[in-house]
């Protein structure tokens, strides 16, 4: 079915900060026992609000989607536009960390 796929899918988009809540499988049992006690209006009415809020859901996940991807599209943009400063910054770093260790090799030496 598609719940089975829509749930992965879901966990996915998750953990890129996207907020949609899964209420399908609570819904399926309350429905199953709206009709197995006989109120099928109830059941019926439950139904197609429940498709209403995956629809929402879907559209939810299709904004936040266009989102995260402008998020990455500007993160890019942003590595371009100052691929001299953080060049800059690596190689001044990583100086730092050939004195450092030139420096400890030094101090160790003379120790031991």
Known sequence: RMKAFSKPVTWLLTFFNVGVYQLSDGIDSLIFKLKFTGLENHADTIIILSQSIEQQ???????????????????????????AIICSSFKWFQSKIKSFYSISKQFFKTKF
């Open 57 to 83: 859901q879907g559209i939810m996940i299709l904004l936040d989607s266009f989102k995260c991807l402008f998020m990455l599209i500007s993160l890019v943009f942003f590595f371009i536009t100052n691929q």
